[in-house]
């Protein structure tokens, strides 16, 4: 490949959105730039309270504008006529209603401040009771059990679950919302200038993973079991998709609207979008039976099979398996926690909470004393507890804990169950109970890796990526350590907008399929991880008690309920 081209990848986080340059020959990241969400930051339009998460569609755009025009500015000319094309990836299930032309609602002057008019967050939790009513009508109304290629189980993140909470709760909603789309098939549509709701190329990542889309009955449920989950969902079919298409394929190309935006010609192509978790797998250089693990706030796991191998077999448990999803021509299977890396934040937190408060009213000295002094302990707390943490035994008498603070994805869907501590004396510190939570996060990624086996599916490598793979020493160790297996670290800080930008490649022809771009654009491994036997079979111990732990908080729940 003797010319310079380059290939944008668009990575949108649930707090930014980053764009990464990419030389399309081998994978170097030229140059980035990241814009934090304006609304987002000031706390607009949630309630963690009520686990309601929202966003604006104008976080979007305007992060969409800021972080690639700087990012093209600061590569300059020579770099910016040679981008052939511009991929994204999106946070999800993360959908939005819209009117006929396919605009937000929330881009409207009457529904501009409503937070149901907006973008529905993937952690968004507020639908668990339509989500319960999916499960239970799929499995009983005596038609085709939807559910089956989801994992046998709907999650309250997902798609019509969503979609119906918003219009049982918002009767104005009823009657303005014409359909419905994931972030990641709207962008791609505003890029290129095709918003209108029945037309705009759907994505068979968040289709087939969230909204219960399959070839087996002809896409989406059908009509007779949507209505009869509420009538209020008439219709609706019909004014969303029936087709959907993979990450590699193109849309279109850049409006001259957006191409003035964002310092770009009008030829740069668009593909279709993916959720971040697989596009970071693809960066990742995930093949056959690797299982890819995003590491942040929560995880998400991808594992790709060939079709062959997996025909005829339904991994019951897990977040859908869809053909294509991740690597066009192979099954992708997703899988997840709910909350990883939000633990320990919540950990920290609950410890500089007397701090914080008792800072406020101290006469002791002065407030920018205290703002620094609060600002290095909140630095090198996790650090420091890590560190201490890593220096006591695996004890079968330790504390316990479970990694539900956020419900539970994976396995078999639950977001009302909650986390525990449980074997707790006067003598449990913080880096005790620290400990407890990191095993407690290795214990859940365990339990999914065991799904997968249970079911026939073999996970031949572990490869990890996001911030805590690369920043969390201990925290890798332990998970290698209960999970027994070796764990890879990708080499790119950025593997969701990379693998982003290998999908583009592909899509905008450069390589004739997502593997050969992998091949040339891929950027290794920097670290390995291997877990010490001693400290493996010490932790089967602990993991059978974390099993009970949560088989007894689980029932305890279905009692009370």
Known sequence: MPAERYIIGIDYGTDSVRAIIVDARNGTEMHSAVHNYTRWQEGKYCDP??????????????????????AVKAAGPGIADNIKGLAIDTTGSTICAV????????????????????????KDHTAVGEAGEINKLAKNWGGE?????????????????????VLRTDKKMQKAAFSWVEQCDWLPAVLTGNTAPQQLIRSRCAAGHKAMWHPDWGGLPAEEFLTKLDPLLAGLRDRLFKDTYTGDTKVGTLTAEWAQKLGLNEDVAVNVGVFDAHAGAVGSQIKAYSLSKVMGTSTCDMLVAPLADTEGKLVKGICGQVDGS???????????????????????????????????????????????????????IIP????????????????????????????????????????LNLGSDAPRIFKALVEATAFGAR?????FKEEGIPIKEVIA??????????????????????????????????????????????????????????????????????RAAQYEKLYSRYSELGEFIENSLLKNN
């Not at 006929?100 to 993937?122: Q, Y």
């Not at 220096?391 to 639950?414: I, K």
């Open 99 to 122: 009117n006929k032309e396919g605009i937000p609602l929330a881009l409207t002057e009457e529904f501009r401040e409503n937070p149901d008019a907006m973008f529905v967050l993937w």
């Open 465 to 534: 990526l996001g911030g805590i793979a690369k920043k969390s020493d201990y925290v890798m160790q332990v998970t290698a350590d209960v999970m027994n297996m070796s764990i890879k670290v990708a080499a790119s800080d950025q593997a969701c907008a990379l693998g982003a930008a290998m999908l583009g490649a592909t899509a905008a022809g450069i390589y004739s399929s997502v593997e050969q771009a992998q091949q040339k654009m891929g950027s290794g491994f920097v670290k390995e991880y291997h877990p010490d036997p001693d």
């Open 384 to 423: 420091l507890l890590s560190e201490k943490a890593a220096e006591l035994p695996v004890a079968e008498n330790a504390v316990t804990a479970l990694d539900w603070m956020n419900g539970r994805r994976t396995p078999f869907a639950n977001q009302l169950l909650k986390g525990a501590i449980s074997n």
């Open 326 to 380: 991740i690597i066009p021509g192979m099954l992708g299977m997703e899988a997840g926690q709910s909350a990883f890396g939000d633990i320990y934040a919540w950990f920290k937190n609950l410890l500089l909470w007397p701090l914080q408060n008792i800072t406020r009213v101290s006469k002791i000295t002065d407030k920018k004393t205290m703002d620094k002094l609060l600002e290095e302990t909140a630095d090198k």
């Open 447 to 451: 339990k999914i890796s065991d799904r």
């Open 49 to 70: 309270a009520q686990n309601m998460f929202r966003q604006h569609p104008l976080d979007y755009l305007e992060g969409l504008e800021k972080a690639v025009s700087a």
């Open 145 to 165: 059990d939807y559910t089956k290629y989801e994992g046998g189980i709907y999650s309250s993140e997902w798609f019509w679950a969503k979609i119906l909470h």
